[in-house]
């Protein structure tokens, strides 16, 4: 059972923006680095975006850079994934994650928990 939670997928056309949203009521997110992560049909699970536990630093991968906005609010236990100007290639189930690694966030096997996660959708 999944102990995150994404919420805020659906289908907006290219150029379009979509929020989601991750949240637990069984983990304190605060105490972990948090990370996205996606996945398109035939493909590999890429990485998408992080952020260091107190939201002090981010990192992004190079297809969403300058696109998307990764943050969160530890008061409310919720991370947030903002995608501006998406693009039909950015169609994929997106997935947040947990880690206590900061400096492997881009590597998948390094998280310990993950959300069942949320389907976007970018078409005309």
């Known amino acids: 059972q999944a102990m995150l939670v994404e919420s805020g997928g659906g289908t907006v056309q290219p150029g379009g923006s979509l929020k989601l949203s991750c949240s637990s009521s069984?983990?304190?997110?605060?105490?972990?680095?948090m990370g996205w992560f996606r996945q398109a049909p035939g493909k590999e699970r890429q990485f998408v975006a992080g952020?260091?536990?107190?939201?002090?630093?981010?990192v992004y991968g190079a297809s969403v850079k300058d696109r998307f906005i990764v943050s969160r609010d530890n008061t409310k236990n919720m991370v947030y994934l903002q995608m501006n100007r998406l693009k039909p290639e950015d169609t994929a189930v997106y997935y947040c994650?947990?880690?206590?690694?900061?400096?492997?966030?881009?590597?998948?096997?390094?998280?310990?928990?993950w959300g069942q996660g949320t389907q976007v959708t970018v078409s005309s």
């Open positions: 952020i260091t536990d107190a939201g002090g630093s981010t």
């Open positions: 069984e983990v304190t997110l605060s105490a972990y680095e």
């Open positions: 994650a947990a880690s206590k690694v900061w400096r492997l966030i881009r590597f998948q096997d390094r998280y310990e928990l």
